[in-house]
């Protein structure tokens, strides 16, 4: 199967990650995406997050926050 970093041709100035809870296991696995734009909206849904054990913390760990503003 081919990754997103695979479709990516150019840099993109912006990249929205939205997918109803599976924002960390996204993360975890690609964490080439944080570098992937200079900005980058993250939206999480916590019930979702919840419902799979997890919440906004799991998935903070996973990200420099150092590295954002």
Do not use: Q, T
């Amino acid at each position: 199967m081919m990754g997103a970093h695979h479709v990516l041709c150019d840099r993109p100035d912006f990249v929205k990650i939205d997918i109803e809870g599976f924002e960390y296991e996204l993360l975890l696995e690609n964490s080439w995406i944080l570098n992937s734009a200079p900005a980058i909206h993250l939206e999480l849904h916590i019930p979702h997050l919840e419902r799979r054990g997890l919440d906004f913390r799991d998935i903070s760990r996973l990200i420099d926050l150092e590295k954002f503003d």
